[in-house]
Structure formats: C-alpha cells, structure tokens
C-alpha cells in the first residue's frame, strides 16, 4: 500500500536569492519530518519551479503537477510567513477538495496581521502552528 502523501505549500516567487534558498530548505526539512512520520511528501519545488525553466509550457505543466498533488494529497501543511498568491491558490484548492489544512508561521507575523485574515482563523485550517 502506498504512503498516504502530504503537500507542502510556501512562497517561491518574488524572493530573494537568500530567502529563497531559506525557504527552500525549510520546506525540504518539513517534507523530512512527514517521511519520518511514514509519509510521502510532495514539495513543489523539488518537481517544478524557478530551476526547471520558466516558458509557458514548462508553468503550465508545473500548474497541472500542483493542482493534481494537492487533489490527491491526504492533508496540506501551507507555510504562510511570506504572502504568496501561489499558496493562496494551494489553499483554496485544498479547501475545495476538503483536504486538511495546517498552516505554519512566524507569530510575530499573524500578531503583526501579515498574514491575511482568509487564512488567519478559517474555520477550515484544521490547525496553526506558530513559532519564534
């Protein structure tokens, strides 16, 4: 029987060269956590995105990927610490779908109303998780 598979949404665009090697690597970690936990992860990133190219054809194939990983998934962990057009779509494609949704972040940055009252306290995040 195949593992039961976890999304792992963040910002990925509109980054610094440093903050996205940041995240990247933050993701990769969470995507660490959930296979130790016995789960397989999708990270977009690792199949798609700003390393593997960048015309029409390669966006909308990666487009695609996303949307049917998120379909499939059996929950979705969203990084919210950075605003992301991108990761609001994951979320409401989750939401559709009635997958769970736990979103992650920086406290300082839902107390600071940096993260949007849509995602802040939706009834349908299953859990948020901030940190320091």
């Known amino acids: ?4 598979m976890i999304y792992i949404a963040g910002a990925l665009t509109a ?4 903050k996205y090697q940041q995240l990247t690597k933050f993701y990769e970690s969470l995507g660490e956590v959930c296979q130790q936990a016995g789960f397989d992860a999708f990270i977009p990133h690792t199949h798609g995105g700003k390393d ?15 949307c049917l990983a998120v379909s499939l998934s059996y929950l ?42 849509m995602i802040d306290g939706d009834s349908g995040i299953l859990r948020e998780i901030k940190f320091t």
């Open 52 to 66: 593997h190219g960048s015309d029409q054809e390669t966006i909308a194939y990666i487009r695609r990927c996303c």
């Open 1 to 4: 029987m195949a593992n039961k």
């Open 76 to 117: 979705v962990v969203a990084y919210v610490g950075e605003r992301s057009t991108g990761v609001g779509r994951e979320l409401q494609l989750a939401e559709h779908a009635k997958k769970p949704i736990i979103t992650l972040g920086e406290a300082s940055k839902f107390s600071a109303g940096h993260v949007t009252e």
């Open 15 to 18: 980054l610094t060269p440093e």
